[in-house]
């Protein structure tokens, strides 16, 4: 039992679940998969799971210490403003080493009109100036600062509906779950007459389909940038991931 090696991965995403997955190819590890718990019912990753936050960095590095963890894969969502910085604060504490794996950001292509913004904040502020009819591909607690354009027609598309609270002056309201096809995007956009979408830099292919679509309509995206996280050791895809944890 003693040369098993125990990996915790911070996951809540796609690719926690997909890195758990395929670690169990790889003998002697045993992977520890954490979840924030903010779902009700999380989609789980195979293996053991621990649910629930650290309790900060000084959390996590008694975490890594109590359970001989040997390493740390950082799998949280590109827009988990908080973990990554906690995973390295731990890490370096607790003197475990740390890879962080993480889908690479959309870049935009020649033809692409995009506004990149830091935050909401920044993203009304270009609408105001421009925008008449506004395409929000953002999740329902992200909708709020928008309602506030009462001169812009919005189309909001997300997973469940926004709380019954937001009132939007111009609003419809698409209920849908990626990922979209190009020609469905392209169909929203055109039916609407869409002039700006709005969108975070979530990268990957399930829902990239609407940036090739404003592209080919000249519409302007709206993009919200990745917050920063710490300069850590990356890997973009699982090969990348299994071969570091092989060299542990
Ligand atoms: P965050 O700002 O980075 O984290 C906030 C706090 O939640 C952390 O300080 C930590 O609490 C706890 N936490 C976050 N991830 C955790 C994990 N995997 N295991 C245990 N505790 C965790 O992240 P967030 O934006 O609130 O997102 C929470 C979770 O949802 C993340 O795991 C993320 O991968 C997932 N998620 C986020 C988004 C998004 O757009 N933000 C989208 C999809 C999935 P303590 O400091 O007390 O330990």
Known sequence: MSDIKKILVLGGTGEGIALAEALR????????????????NPKLPPGEVRIGCFGG???????????????????????????????AEAAAV???????????????Q??????????????????RRSARRV?????????APFAQ????????RSVEPPDAGMKFAQAELVLAR???????????????R????????????ATDAKLQAARELSITVVMQRRPPRPDTLRVANIAAALDWVRGL
């Open 25 to 40: 190819e790889i003998p002697h590890i045993h992977v520890i998969s954490s979840l924030a718990g903010r779902v009700a």
């Open 57 to 87: 960095a000084a959390g996590l590095a008694a975490y890594l210490n109590d359970n001989r963890i040997a390493a740390v894969i950082d799998a949280t969502h590109p827009f988990a403003r908080r973990m990554g910085w906690n995973a």
């Open 94 to 108: 607790a003197k475990v080493p740390l890879l962080r794996y993480e889908r690479p950001a959309w870049v935009a």
């Open 110 to 127: 020649p033809g692409d009109r995009w506004i990149e913004v830091d935050d909401w904040a920044q993203a009304v502020e270009a609408l």
């Open 135 to 143: 395409f929000l591909a953002l999740g329902r607690q992200e909708l």
């Open 149 to 156: 354009l009462a001169d812009i027609a919005f189309v909001i």
């Open 178 to 192: 990626g990922p979209f096809k190009l020609e469905e995007e392209r169909d929203l956009l055109q039916a609407h």
């Open 194 to 205: 869409i002039d700006h979408l709005v969108c975070k830099n979530s990268g990957g292919s």
